[in-house]
């Protein structure tokens, strides 16, 4: 199928994942002192890591032990480099494992937050002198720095919570500095990015336009795209970059499924044909995508059955319009690395995602992914500055099979009309309530294969249950229920219960990312 070609010629940062679930979040730091950065496995090829030309390696967190039989390992391509390397956790246990120091089981075990002194005046860690409050999660320690290294900094239960050895521009924290309970870690990290590995911050929405506008007409040439629309940020961010690059040589489509939220097949119709003046095909498959669907119960097998029944809508509308060459998607980062098949140790895949794992084997256009290594908020600054609308840059996030993965269980239309009126209910005070943006970066509703007894109008019922959904978070790879107030949840369900017809019991969702993903299925 082809993917989109990695953005071009910026300083970068390799980092090696040893499998932290906070890993993507050393990522969005780095990006976010505007030096570009890849995540990869820490055994990928070394010749795949250093591709990218990498002017330093930052080593993550993990699991495991150094001195465990199977542990993951350094690979020699770093140190040989030459180049800085900073250790995270596992990362400068690695470090002082492999250079001759000593790790070891500690006494006791160090999660949460910590406070930490610092023993030597050093640039990197200054920002630690006003915010020594970091993020602690190990249970083994370095008992003894290598040869040529010294001792910076230390907590109440790790003698050595950061590391050095100068010569060799090799760095360790035992902390972590990527999490939001690190508050002075940005800047660490930003300093190492910076400072000490000589990045050039360029990595901007605006360089990242003039890149992808290049590389799009590169792809294209003199063919034709096709892109299809959901009315999100992403497909939106997608089809401007494409429309920039090439003109009318783009045609968006807009599919219709059936599973999308109340009144949305217009507003797109609305925005992107009357609004922004994109060339928009609208097609109504409702009833394909549906029969489609009828008896399928497995969230997988959903996954699969959208995205192969769009792109046959795909390819059956590029037919009709003449001679199409590539399908341009929203794919995003964050798709790419939860997407990743278990072809090695460790890894697990979480769940398909369209764009990435649900599309087809045989697929006779050609992809464009221009987002392919962006983050979600990445996305949004460089829709703001493509000056698309604001409903459209901040529009929560929708997955690609649409309701077909919020009405779990069977999918038919009386439970997407359902489902429907309660998600519009909880969206509308929200957003009522001002919370659509800052408080939820995500929020809906579920509608569960399950019925309860209830009691309505001095009459017995057995109806379906309504779940709400509403997260906070900063990078969508981890998040945190939102804390609502009571009253608002209890107006919803109030509202739910005596407006949606089949609704008699209502629940709100208090689990985080991990252990649960944000969408149910």
Request: hydrophobic fraction near 40%; glycine fraction near 8%.
């Amino acid at each position: 199928m082809g993917s989109s070609p990695r953005p071009g010629q910026h300083d970068a940062i390799a980092i090696l994942d040893y499998g932290s679930q906070t890993t993507q979040l050393i990522a969005r730091r780095i990006r976010e002192a505007h030096v570009y950065c890849e995540l990869f496995p820490w055994d990928a090829p070394a010749e795949q890591v250093l591709a990218l030309r990498p002017r330093g390696f930052i080593l993550s967190g993990g699991p495991a032990g150094v001195y465990e039989p199977d542990a993951p390992t350094l690979p020699s391509y770093v140190l040989e480099s030459g180049l800085p390397v900073l250790g995270i956790c596992y990362g400068m246990q690695l470090l002082a494992h492999t250079l001759g120091g000593r790790v070891t089981r500690a006494p006791e075990r160090e999660y949460g937050p910590a406070l930490v002194e610092l023993l030597e005046e050093v640039d990197w860690l200054a920002p630690l002198r006003d915010r020594p409050q970091v993020w602690m999660s190990h249970g083994d320690w370095v008992e003894q720095v290598p040869p040529g290294f010294r001792v910076l900094a230390r907590s109440p239960n790790s003698p050595i919570a950061a590391m050095e050895g100068p010569q060799r521009r090799i760095y360790g924290v035992q902390f972590h500095p990527e999490v939001a309970h690190t508050p002075a870690g940005r800047e660490i990290l930003a300093h190492f990015a910076v400072e000490i590995c000589g990045c050039r911050p360029t990595w901007t929405p605006a360089a990242f336009i003039e890149e992808a506008v290049e590389r799009i007409r590169d792809q294209v040439g003199g063919g034709r795209v096709l892109c299809g629309l959901s009315g999100g940020v992403d497909s939106a961010v997608t089809a401007a970059l494409v429309h920039r690059a090439i003109g009318d040589r783009l045609t968006c489509l807009f599919v219709n499924t059936g599973l999308l939220r109340r009144g949305e097949p217009e507003q797109v119709v609305a925005t992107f044909r009357d609004r922004l003046g994109m060339p928009l095909v609208a097609v109504d498959a409702t009833e394909e995508f549906l029969s489609a669907l009828q008896g399928t119960t497995d969230p997988e097998q959903k996954r699969r059955i959208v995205g192969e029944r769009f792109m046959r809508v795909f390819e059956r509308e590029a037919e009709r319009l003449g001679e199409v060459d590539f399908l341009a998607q929203g794919t995003l980062y964050p798709d790419v690395i939860e997407s990743a098949a278990p072809d090695r140790p460790g890894a697990r895949r979480i769940k398909t995602h369209h764009n990435v794992g649900g599309l087809p084997e045989r697929m006779r256009l050609r992809l464009i992914e221009p987002l392919r290594y962006l983050f979600k908020d990445e996305v949004r600054a460089v829709g703001e500055a493509l000056g698309l609308p604001e409903e459209i840059v901040w529009r929560q996030p929708f997955p690609g099979p649409g309701l077909a993965v919020r009405v779990v269980g069977e999918v038919t239309w009386e439970r997407l009309e359902r489902l429907r009126a309660a998600d519009a209910i909880f969206v509308e005070e929200l957003d009522r309530a001002g919370l659509l943006r800052e408080a939820t970066q995500q929020a809906f509703a579920v509608l569960l294969p399950v019925r309860s007894v209830g009691v309505m109008g001095d009459g017995r019922t057995y109806e379906e249950v309504v779940a709400l959904r509403a997260v906070t978070t900063e990078d969508f790879m981890t998040a945190d229920w939102a804390r609502l107030d009571p009253d608002l949840l209890a107006r919803v369900s109030n509202r739910i219960v005596n407006e949606v017809e089949g609704v008699n019991r209502v629940l709100y969702d208090v689990t985080s990312k991990p252990p649960a993903t944000i969408e149910w299925e």
